[in-house]
């Protein structure tokens, strides 16, 4: 099946400041998604992103898909945006999501 | 309108007890998924339904845990003689179209723990 890698593994962000975590996916994909683990657990959608480019407020989110790797950009991060990121995807063989190990963000005032 | 919601949010059992885990999908959602998330890991999946019809279990990881959807709506996430190895966050999502190609939707999880 499809496999998930996501860099950094963990991000220490001083308020204010612009970040880039990556994810890179082992094959084709017709669904990739990035979620935003809150610290009560849920999974919030951020982007439904398999290619192009999308921009929600500070979050902008873009797939290569023919270099099968993903980017989402934090700009002027704010406390709120700790957590933990996650990058998801299915390949052409089924639904199924295969999540990264996650990037785990810490943005301090 | 409602999202995807899961009861319990919180499970404690002793080992060897069964347990059961119930997720509403969001209304007219065609697909319901059930992934397990150990601590400090990301989900991994268990199970997909379309409509009642179980397509995939290929990530059950034992005869122990069995899923069903029996109307097309809810689904209940049951596990039998639990083991300290079953505590880990339950997520269920569901999506509007069936297809590969939509946004999956997560609920808030029930946290199990075995003792």
């Known amino acids: 099946g499809i496999q998930v890698e996501q860099s950094p593994p963990d991000l220490i962000l001083q308020e204010g400041a612009n970040s880039t975590l990556r994810c890179n996916f082992s094959?084709?994909?017709?669904?990739l998604q990035w979620f935003h683990q809150n610290p009560w657990g849920q999974l919030i959608n951020l982007f439904y992103?398999?290619?192009g480019t999308k921009q929600n407020g500070r979050l902008s989110a873009t797939t290569v898909a023919t270099e099968r790797y993903s980017l989402l950009y934090i700009s002027s991060s704010q406390t709120t945006d700790s957590g933990v990121y996650f990058c998801?995807?299915?390949?052409?063989?089924?639904?199924?999501?295969?999540f990264g190990g996650g990037t785990r963000v810490l943005v301090k005032p | 309108g409602a999202g995807v919601s899961q009861s319990p949010r919180y499970k404690v059992a002793k080992r060897g007890q069964d347990v059961a885990l119930r997720c509403d999908p969001i209304s007219g959602h065609v697909s319901l998924f059930w992934y397990q998330q150990a601590l400090g890991q990301g989900p991994e999946f268990l199970t997909y339904?379309?409509?009642?019809?179980?397509?995939?279990k290929s990530g059950l990881p034992s005869d122990r845990f069995f899923a069903e959807r029996p109307e097309g709506s809810v689904s209940t996430l049951k596990i039998q003689r639990t083991q300290q190895e079953d505590s880990a966050v339950y997520l269920c999502?569901?999506?509007?179209?069936?297809?590969?190609?939509?946004?999956?939707?997560f609920g808030p999880g029930t946290r199990l723990t075995v003792l």
């Open positions: 992103i398999p290619s």
């Open positions: 339904f379309q409509n009642e019809a179980q397509l995939d």
């Open positions: 094959d084709s994909v017709n669904n």
């Open positions: 999502a569901s999506n509007t179209l069936g297809e590969s190609t939509d946004t999956q939707y």
């Open positions: 998801a995807a299915s390949g052409a063989a089924g639904n199924k999501l295969t």
